[in-house]
């Protein structure tokens, strides 16, 4: 990590990079679910789990494993969907995931704790891999990329593939690679649950730093306390509830 500048703990460093500024979505949205219940078989992962996260708030969601979190997570950016219940994202429903296709495109973006990067493509593939379909063309991918790349101060390593990237710098990539589309409502699941400490506490610093910057909501997934201590507020899921927060 030292050879690279630290790239996690330089947040935002495009100035100088790029020709032209990254454009900031318009602010976040608000997130409201309510009674929202969903089992798998026999198990019952939710139980009636309502909540309410603010425009462009920060929340982390925590609890023991096995408590519901990601399945929640999941169900609020239409991976999934709520046996009942509702859950409404800037005031409209949740598409079903099968037709959610376009609002995951334009409203949601996503980081999970396996970065889940191509092994095949650069860093910058991997981004332009997420534009696809955005009605892009090859120059404007490329150009949107290395912005990104810039941004998390990794354009110095653009061609390489994820094998040649440490565990913070791959995840530097994924979190560029959620940002392509300018989500307005950014999910991430255990971000820092793969990384050291060190690189974890980077990454923590510059989820924090883009969600500043660019104004989106944040709702994380996290059994990391200094995630925690990050957020605006605390939610606690036990057993497929909300116990407080």
Do not use: C, W
Not at 105 to 127: D, K, M, W
């Amino acid at each position: 990590m030292s050879a690279l500048r630290h790239p996690l703990t330089v947040a935002l460093r495009s100035r100088g990079q790029t020709d032209r500024p990254l454009r900031a979505p318009d602010g976040g949205v608000d997130v409201v679910a309510r009674d929202v219940v969903k089992s798998f078989g026999p198990i019952q992962a939710l139980r009636g789990v309502s909540l309410t996260v603010a425009t462009s708030e920060f929340v982390t969601i925590t609890g023991p494993s096995g408590s519901g979190k990601s399945t929640l997570l999941n169900l609020i950016g239409s991976l999934d969907q709520p046996d009942s219940g509702t859950i409404t994202v800037a005031g409209t429903p949740v598409p079903e995931s099968r037709s959610a296709v376009g609002f995951r495109r334009r409203v949601v973006g996503f980081v999970f704790q396996e970065n889940l990067l191509l092994p095949y493509l650069s860093a910058q593939g991997n981004i332009e891999a997420a534009l696809l379909g955005a009605g892009m063309g090859r120059r404007e991918r490329r150009g949107r990329s290395r912005e990104l790349l810039a941004e998390v101060d990794l354009l110095d390593r653009a061609s390489h593939l994820p094998s040649e990237l440490s565990g913070g710098q791959r995840q530097a990539v994924a979190l560029a690679r959620a940002l392509a589309n300018r989500p307005r409502l950014l999910l991430a699941d255990e971000p820092t649950g793969a990384l050291d400490s060190a690189s974890g506490a980077r990454a923590l610093d510059l989820l924090a730093a883009l969600r500043e910057r660019h104004g989106m909501t944040l709702i994380v997934v996290s059994h990391d306390s200094a995630v925690a201590d990050r957020a605006d507020r605390v939610l606690h899921l036990v057993d497929g509830q909300i116990q407080d927060g």
